[in-house]
């Protein structure tokens, strides 16, 4: 866990988890980074491009972007999780030729099957960085939800999510599992229950779905509440 009042501390501390994990995939053709969206990891935006020069040259041209948590509504819809990322973090990683467009996958609303269309482009995930609902809900896998109960590593639709907009694409909780590093967000007070409830072993996953990254090979829990 990293845990520190001081959120400025804080998430220096996972910039420096992060580029060390990143050094661990040095090797790989592609490094695949799943962004959700939420307050929580706005910090974390804010220390990233501060001291993207840090990280090398090649390991940002390897780097894919991609979008999991995704609400089927146009890229420039202010609903768009594309849409938030682009405006905290893709334009100033652009402008600065850290990255081009083409590392930057987003779904495609004119394909047949959006989900299908989209898990053909993201085969597999090495990174992800979330924070998580007041509710303890992770991208669209809500408590006690029906999408709760599908298996296999896949993505799915919800059309009914209790949070709007209700049509979305999401990660199956089995293809959570297979994501080796997950760094999970718990930040400010109105997170206190769902990190109460994340940590408390009598809680199911059904009930508080966020405790899915704890499947993960690395789960590494970031916040400013000491409980």
């Known amino acids: 866990m990293l845990i ?9 501390q996972v910039f420096d988890k992060f580029i060390s994990i990143l050094d661990k995939f040095q090797n790989k053709e592609n490094i695949v980074i799943w962004l959700s969206w939420g307050s929580s990891i706005l910090w974390f935006y804010e220390i990233l491009k501060t001291k993207a020069n840090i990280i090398d040259k090649s390991i ?3 780097i894919q ?6 609400r089927i509504v146009s890229l420039d819809h202010n609903d768009s999780n594309y849409k938030l990322n682009k405006d ?10 850290y990255i081009k467009n083409s ?6 609303l004119k394909a047949i099957d959006i989900v299908q269309n989209y898990f053909q482009k993201v085969p597999y995930i090495d990174i992800w960085l979330f924070g998580v609902g007041p509710d303890g809900h992770t991208c669209s896998l809500f408590p006690w939800h029906k999408l709760n109960d599908m298996e296999g590593i896949s993505f799915l ?3 009914d999510s209790p949070k709007p907009p209700s049509n979305r694409i999401t990660l199956s909780k089995d293809y959570i599992a297979t994501i080796p590093y997950i760094f999970i967000y718990f930040i400010w007070e109105g997170k206190k229950e769902a990190f109460q409830n994340f940590q408390n072993v009598d809680i199911s996953k059904k009930n508080c779905p966020c405790k899915y990254a704890l ?11 000491k409980l």
Request: glycine share 0%.
């Open 215 to 225: 499947d993960s090979q690395n789960c590494i829990v970031v916040s400013d509440i």
């Open 157 to 159: 639709e919800i059309k």
């Open 60 to 62: 940002w041209q390897k």
């Open 88 to 97: 905290y973090l893709f334009d100033f990683l652009l402008e600065n030729n």
């Open 103 to 108: 590392q930057i996958i987003t779904i495609d």
């Open 65 to 70: 972007f991609v979008f999991v948590d995704e």
């Open 4 to 12: 520190e009042s001081n959120l400025k501390k804080l998430n220096e």
